[in-house]
């Protein structure tokens, strides 16, 4: 991140992360990248065809012997203004963009309208997140 100061530490990024794998009796190897608001708009819209940056991305590839990679790339300053409006601290909300873009990875999906909270990888991202922050 430039010189920022990152929003969870790594020990606690492997922690979730290999937490949420743990929990989906799943192996993959996952990269996290935080990114500022910039890139991430960069990404998205080149990706996603969105021209704003959004909180988190991920992308799932798999490797030549058929294991699990995956990239989540989250961008704190999106995270910021998502905790503001819900009153919450941005260290809970960074965990649940974790969990989010790890359950994304290993190939879990969700509604893009307001269903989305409701759906079962909404719930079991908040079951991690309980669990995990």
């Known amino acids: 991140m430039g010189g920022r100061r990152r929003p969870l530490a790594d020990a606690t990024v492997r922690r979730v992360v290999q937490g949420v794998l743990a929990g989906e009796r799943r192996a993959a190897r996952i990269s996290v990248t935080f990114l500022g608001r910039d890139a991430m708009t960069r990404l998205n819209e080149r990706y996603k065809g969105r021209r704003r940056p959004t909180d988190v991305i991920a992308f799932t590839l798999t490797d030549p012997v058929g294991g699990v990679v995956g990239d989540v790339y989250i961008c704190p300053w999106v995270a910021a203004r998502e905790a503001a409006a819900r009153r919450i601290p941005l260290r809970q909300e960074v965990i649940r963009l974790l969990i989010h873009g790890t359950l ?27 669990a995990l922050s």
Do not use: A, I
């Open 104 to 130: 994304h990875v290993l190939g879990h999906d969700h509604p893009e309208d307001e269903s989305r909270t409701r759906s079962p990888m909404w719930r079991r991202q908040e079951r991690y997140l309980e």
